[in-house]
């Protein structure tokens, strides 16, 4: 079955502690991206990727980092954790750069830092 | 910058139904897409409809369709006949190519909540 998996769907965490979100895609897409959900702010991009180790800032990236070691794989870091990123996060692939391509989304993660 | 408005944070609507979602967008593009998500309790981000700026034809998609107007950049989605699986939170989204600066991200708007009474 085609997917984006993330793991894991929650993580509850202390402030500074680092921490990986994964995300995995099984339909050999080209484009990745994070998305950040807040009430009332619908979902904002923080880091995207357009291929193997291509990887550039959305409109949120601060405190976060990523990496695209391999085609399927692209995991969220948060080397320090802060309350303010306590959010729901989306992984999404697309098969490639055009404007009309689905993206697929994973399950989601509720991540709470206390 | 793009930006997606979707003025109503609520809505609610009687089982079998129709119901219209607002949104606009700002852009100074000629060539984008715009889309609708749906996000149920299960926070699944699906895809509902999506459209091409060049098409002046709506999207149908069975009991959804679009009222695309692109001189007034607006966006509404007609929900026909609600169903009790149609309340979710909905997600009006544009993307257009990076030279408009947007990296092939989708700008989403805040959302809406559409509830169904039985």
């Known amino acids: 079955e085609a997917q984006v998996t993330q793991n894991p769907r929650y993580l509850i965490t202390v402030t500074g502690k680092k921490l990986t979100v994964t995300c995995s895609q099984n339909m050999n897409h080209e484009y990745m991206s994070w998305y950040r959900q807040d009430p009332g702010l619908g979902l904002r991009q923080i880091y995207y990727s357009m291929n193997v180790e291509v990887t550039d800032k959305g409109d949120v990236p601060e405190g976060y980092k990523v990496s695209r070691k391999e085609k399927r794989n692209f995991p969220l870091i948060l080397e320090s954790p802060s309350p303010n990123q306590t959010s729901l996060y989306f992984c999404?692939?697309?098969?490639?750069?055009?404007?009309?391509?689905?993206?697929?989304f994973g399950q989601g993660t509720r991540l709470t830092v206390v | 910058a793009q930006t997606v408005t979707q003025s109503q944070p609520e809505m609610s609507v009687q089982e079998a139904e129709t119901v219209t979602l607002s949104c606009t967008y700002d852009?100074?593009?000629?060539?984008?897409?715009l889309f609708w998500y749906k996000q149920p309790p299960s926070r699944q981000m699906i895809l509902v409809i999506r459209?091409?700026?060049?098409?002046?034809q709506n999207a149908t998609e069975n009991r959804f369709s679009v009222n695309f107007q692109k001189a007034a950049k607006s966006f509404s989605l007609k929900i026909s006949d609600s169903q009790l699986g149609d309340a979710a939170m909905y997600f009006c989204a544009y993307r257009s190519s990076p030279s408009g600066g947007s990296n092939y991200k989708l700008t989403f708007g805040k959302g809406t909540l559409l509830t169904v009474n039985p």
């Open positions: 999404a692939s697309s098969p490639g750069t055009g404007l009309n391509t689905e993206a697929f």
């Open positions: 459209q091409e700026a060049y098409k002046q």
């Open positions: 852009t100074s593009e000629s060539d984008y897409y």
